[in-house]
């Protein structure tokens, strides 16, 4: 389970969220959390603190253990698809994303 902190405030709680590292071409392909330049947030990539932001909003990734209470697995499955989803088309999902 991974928490996405924008701004020192949790945004998303992700059980797979889509992290990506940037190929030479200038691509973001999917990778694990450890090759990651970045994660998938809203449709949108933001690049993990520490790395190069290519002009991309900064985020945080912490690793937590353990799910919140009440979470559903699939639930968390399905809004990293849509992530990824959103972010291949172009499109922009409404905010609070997937």
């Given amino acids: 389970m991974y928490q ?6 949790v ?9 990506v590292r940037d190929q030479p071409n200038g691509v973001a392909v999917p990778c694990s959390f450890e090759e990651a330049d970045g994660v998938v947030l809203e449709g949108v990539i933001c690049a ?3 790395k190069d932001p290519r002009g991309r909003e900064i ?9 919140r209470e009440g ?4 639930v968390e499955r ?4 849509l992530d990824y989803l959103a972010m ?10 997937a």
């Fill in 78 to 81: 399905n809004a990293a698809r």
């Fill in 88 to 97: 291949m088309t172009g499109v922009e999902l409404p905010e609070g994303g």
């Fill in 4 to 9: 996405i902190l924008r701004n020192n405030q």
């Fill in 11 to 19: 945004t998303a709680t992700r059980s797979a969220p889509l992290f």
């Fill in 48 to 50: 993990l603190r520490g």
């Fill in 59 to 67: 985020v945080d990734v912490m690793e937590v253990v353990g799910r």
């Fill in 71 to 74: 979470t559903d697995p699939a």
